[in-house]
């Protein structure tokens, strides 16, 4: 299964508390600056899992032709350190697949050549205040491939009317891959917090990105984008994701468990997840 990078490096201001979730009491997290904690409940949920939805397209630059179109989710989680003056640890997993642009059918083969999803055994993100500012550090990968991914500039914030705040994200990748290249992107997350009374899904988000076509479409560039909102539970998946999620990647409904799942990832010791 071929693994991509498709990073998230959050921080925001002012938010708005999320709608849902099971809260589990942390010292930490009552002690946390507002802006940090609702940003944390929002994005990784307050002790149940919550999965972001994702579906779009995949579009040939510079002509505007649509390529692909694409599903599908993450599953999240939050830990709250003892130290409240510790870093919040995020745990989550995602995936997503390659679908027919006109049908929406998952698709294994692309004009002969096989097409495998995204998948991210895991993400481990962990999330710091500072100067009024959330900075995220993601880490990612397996074994000697480990990388650990800094937010430079934090996140910026806008209030969007009386009861909506966007938290924006851009992300410039550029870093050696094996073979003696280079991977290099563009990648821009816009997370829109709405209050819970002003829409019925108050957490959504608007990902794009400008990088190099999938490795199966041929040489060019092209511009991917994804629409993504929260659902609390496997029943508020759309029917054909579900399906295909509990058929051909079932350990992605789940976030990780805990550190010591995410090291054994890592160590490529896990009996699934990263390929052998």
């Known amino acids: 299964m ?5 990073l998230l490096l959050c921080a925001c201001a002012a938010v708005h508390a999320p709608r849902g979730g099971a809260d589990e009491p942390s010292a930490s997290r009552a002690a946390a600056p ?4 609702a940003w944390v409940d929002a994005r ?3 002790g149940a899992p919550v999965h972001w939805i994702s579906e779009g397209g995949v579009y040939d630059y510079p002509s505007g032709k649509k390529l692909l179109g694409m599903i599908g989710f993450d ?3 939050a830990i709250w350190p003892d130290d409240p003056d510790g870093t919040v640890i995020h745990l989550t997993r995602k995936t997503y697949a390659y679908t027919d642009p006109v049908s929406g059918e998952v698709l294994a083969e692309y004009e002969g050549r096989p097409v495998e999803p995204i998948a991210y055994p895991y993400q481990l993100i962990r999330y710091r205040m500072r100067d009024g500012r959330i900075y995220g550090e993601v880490e990612q990968g397996v074994g000697d491939q480990v990388q650990r991914i800094k937010s430079r500039n934090g996140m910026q914030v806008r209030k969007l009317g009386r009861g909506t705040t966007a938290v924006t994200a851009s992300v410039f990748l550029d870093f050696p891959i094996p073979g003696g290249n280079r991977y290099q992107a563009w990648e821009n997350y816009d997370f829109f917090l709405h209050s ?10 608007s990902w794009q990105r400008y990088g190099a076509r999938p490795p199966f479409a041929g040489e060019g560039n092209a511009i991917y984008h994804l629409l993504s909102w929260r659902v609390e539970s496997h029943e508020e998946f759309p029917p054909a994701l579900l399906e295909w999620a509990e058929k051909e990647m079932p350990m992605w409904l789940r976030p990780p468990a805990d550190l010591e799942e995410i090291r054994a990832l890592q160590a490529g010791a896990a009996e699934d997840g990263w390929p052998q």
Do not use: M
Not at 2 to 6: K, N, P, Y
Not at 34 to 37: D, G, Y
Not at 196 to 204: C, G, I, N
């Open 75 to 77: 599953s999240s989680t």
């Open 44 to 46: 990784a949920g307050k």
């Open 196 to 205: 819970d009374e002003t829409v019925d899904e108050p957490h959504q988000l």
């Open 2 to 6: 071929r693994i991509i990078s498709a």
């Open 34 to 37: 507002e802006t940090l904690r």
